[in-house]
């Protein structure tokens, strides 16, 4: 691993990992049709698509950078729609999904660059008027997050990215530049919250529901 580059991190080391971050399942089946075609970029392990299953989505589709853990998705869900991908452009057509989710994906991107980029293809990929599920994590002001982020800013030039003892670097967002990369949809829902992460601390968190234009 090189730089803010984090494929090779998620695939030496995320079937390992337990991922927590929740789907407002309520939220979500308010707004998206039984009938929908739904993509989970970022999917992981298929956890979020496993539950859209069981709540009686039958049009699922998981992309993840990451090999094994597509495998273990697989493994515990042989049944559901998994795909590895290396990154660039997605391949789908365009307006394939009604809508797509993408949970605790951004704080994975530390580069603002390739989170504007993955957001261009998502929504290449959505119809018009498809919706948008992003969950992520926002700054926090305790001292262990300050002196890590001020060590990240240092290092990496970005307020907010932090690194992982197992060798990981993530970010935690300004909820203004959240906003701000989703300035084109439509905000139908957004709640500021806590979750807690892959490595069991709390961390201050959003969900937002966003339609396109």
Known sequence: MTGLDQQAYWTEKGATKKFTTPLDLDLFTAHVPKDARILDFGCGYGRTLAELRDAGYAALTGIDFAEPLIKRGLDENPALDLHAYSGGTLPYAD???????????????????????????????????????????????????????????????????????????????????????????????????????????????????????
């Open 95 to 213: 307006n394939t999904f009604d809508a797509a989710l993408t949970l605790a994906v951004f704080t994975c991107m530390p580069e603002t660059r390739t989170q504007a980029e993955t957001l261009l293809e998502l929504k290449r990929v959505l119809k018009p008027g498809g919706l948008l599920y992003v969950t992520d994590f926002l700054l926090n002001r305790d001292r262990r997050n300050l002196d890590r982020y001020k060590t990240g800013q240092e290092k990496y030039d970005i307020y907010g990215i932090f690194e992982v003892s197992d060798g990981g670097v993530l970010r935690h967002h300004d909820v203004n530049h959240m906003q701000a990369l989703f300035f084109d949809f439509e905000t139908v829902a957004f709640e500021e919250t806590t979750f807690t992460t892959m490595h069991g601390h709390e961390s201050r968190a959003f969900y937002g529901l966003y339609r396109m234009p």
